[in-house]
Antibody, heavy 126, light 110 residues
Framework: QVQLQESGPGLVKPSETLSLTCTVS????????WSWIRQPAGKGLEWIGR?????????????NYNPSLRSRVTMSVDTSKRQFSLKLSSVTAADTAVYFC??????????????WGQGALVTVSS | QSVLTQPPSVSGAPGQRVTISCTGS?????????VHWYRQLPGTAPKLLIY???NRPSGVPDRFSGSKSGTSASLAITGLQAEDEADYYC??????????FGGGTKLTVL
């Protein structure tokens, strides 16, 4: 059974960069897309982006981001460590949320999330 | 405001059937993109319930079913049980190049 675990600082100051890492266990990280999704308290889900992990370095690291966050998001993957990461720059209080990492499953139109981490609360406050 | 519209809440008595709607537009559900459903218990991560409109992952009871027509989709739950009380989210893809979610529906078992 694939398991995902988010880790990173729970408190970030305004205007700084939020950094989270997701560690994958119980299954391969290679040849899958991986995503970050967030959820402000009491609100709905928002997709942040996805990154592809491959043993072929020509393809690993390919990303797609939510257009509304693209200017501030960077995702990376370290296949050898079975980890992928999220960086969100210039954060404000509006970025306070539970951040989930998830595995992407492909469908004929288009993709969904079949395994999720438990979530990590990140609060933006001075 | 979410791209996909769900009723904020639905309710039903144990044993009854309830449906949760998910309404989109010609740029997402109506464009042919699949709809997927998740269940989220309080304080936990969402769990995949239905994928690609009608399919159940292994372990999900056949009390849960999904359908899609035009620009909308629905999740039906039959034989309602107390443990079904949760938040339910639909998800699709939009031609704006982004995954989109519904705002979520809180199911209350009376």
């Amino acid at each position: 059974q694939v398991q995902l675990q988010e880790s990173g600082p729970g408190l970030v100051k305004p205007s700084e960069t939020l950094s989270l890492t997701c560690t994958v266990s119980g299954g391969s990280i290679s040849n899958y897309f991986w995503s970050w999704i967030r959820q402000p308290a009491g609100k709905g889900l928002e997709w942040i982006g996805r990154i592809y992990s491959s043993e072929d370095t020509n393809y690993s690291g390919s990303t797609n981001y939510n257009p509304s966050l693209r200017s501030r998001v960077t995702m990376s993957v370290d296949t050898s460590k079975r980890q992928f990461s999220l960086k969100l720059s210039s954060v404000t209080a509006a970025d306070t949320a539970v951040y989930f990492c998830a595995r992407v499953a492909l469908s004929s139109g288009f993709f969904y999330f079949d395994f999720w981490g438990q979530g990590a609360l990140v609060t933006v406050s001075s | 405001q979410s791209v996909l519209t769900q009723p904020p809440s639905v309710s039903g008595a144990p044993g009854q059937r309830v449906t949760i709607s998910c309404t989109g537009s010609s740029s997402n559900i109506g464009a042919g993109y699949d709809v997927h459903w998740y269940r989220q218990l309080p304080g936990t991560a969402p769990k995949l319930l239905i994928y690609s409109n009608t399919n159940r992952p292994s372990g999900v009871p056949d009390r849960f079913s999904g359908s899609k027509s035009g620009t909308s989709a629905s999740l039906a739950i039959t034989g309602l049980q107390a443990e079904d009380e949760a938040d339910y989210y639909c998800q699709s893809y939009d031609s704006s190049l982004s995954v989109v979610f519904g705002g979520g529906t809180k199911l209350t078992v009376l």
